[in-house]
């Protein structure tokens, strides 16, 4: 079979930080992989892969999400035939935007899989995927509350999280911040959250 004649295929992977543990490349190896055990049939030379890097899922629609855009218009186009994601939390963490998002990809002719949830579109399960797609929001919103109560209780310590402002350095011991000397001029601020 000639890899014109084969079966064009996809993979989405997205991150919400570049700290997070599950990794683009490892999201997209796990899709290679997938699509390497569904047979000859389809082409796994040349994948089209669609990355959103440091991009939530959950605040961040679709539509202001680049990887996801174009994943879209290259569908539309009829540039591929199945889209492969690592799990369903990799399309998004609302329930509404989840389904609304597989069901583009369908009217195109796009078969859709989420490994991890043993989710496919040829094997259509809508009740399996609005379940996923509940179960996913609700972890969205329990991570985002225990990723701002940490960031509360660092600054509650003085200690920062991330780039300290201009005019400050991180002591890497403690992780506070203290303000520089630029020249005669003392740089000075308190770092809060509120």
Known sequence: MSSS???????????????????????????????????????????????????SGYYTSMFNRAGMKQAIKDAREHKFKLIVFKEASRVGRDKQENPAIIGMFERYGVRVVAINDNYDTLNKDNITFDILSVLSEQESKKISARVSSARKQKARRGQWGGRAPIGYVVNPATKSSRSIRIGSISLRRFLTYT
């Open 5 to 55: 004649e084969k079966i064009k295929c996809a993979v989405y992977a997205r991150v919400s930080t570049d700290k997070q543990g599950d990794s683009i490349e490892n999201q997209v190896g796990q899709c290679q992989e997938y699509i390497s055990r569904l047979g000859p049939q389809y082409d796994t030379e040349d994948l089209l892969i669609y990355r959103d890097e440091a991009v």
